[in-house]
């Protein structure tokens, strides 16, 4: 079992900055990939970003790409999620996600193992 516990949410103006963060605890695996997903009001689960443990490599889903980076601290078990030039767009509750089999995809399917959620609400 993997434990993961999400921080770091709250409100923003557009244009603004925020970091989530993620902890993991339990059994956790240099082959897992940790992922963030979001979620918006009436609108299907949509993939952010993931990141190997092992090595490092990033999958950015199209929306985010060159404003969001996503990064790991393998000595605190941790994943983060650093969000720059919100958009009022970007509200949405954030989750991260563990995917055992490590195999670095967008499918909400493919994890296992998810956080409780932190909102993030951006203002225009």
């Known amino acids: 079992q993997v434990q993961l516990v999400e921080s770091g949410g709250g409100l923003v103006q557009a244009g603004g900055s925020l970091r989530l963060s993620c902890a993991a605890s339990?059994?956790?695996?240099?082959?897992?990939?940790m992922g963030w997903f979001r979620q918006a009001p009436g609108k299907e689960r949509e993939f952010v970003a993931a990141?190997?443990?092992?090595?490092?490599?990033?999958y950015y889903g199209d929306p985010v790409k060159g404003r969001f980076t996503i990064s790991r601290d393998n000595a605190k078990a941790a994943v983060y999620l650093q969000m720059n030039r919100l958009k009022p767009e970007d509200t949405a509750v954030y989750s991260c996600a563990a995917d055992p089999a490590g195999s670095l995809t967008q499918s909400y399917l493919d994890y296992d193992y998810w956080g409780q959620g932190n909102q993030v609400t951006v203002s225009s």
């Open positions: 339990g059994r956790t695996y240099s082959t897992y990939v």
């Open positions: 990141q190997r443990w092992s090595d490092g490599s990033t």
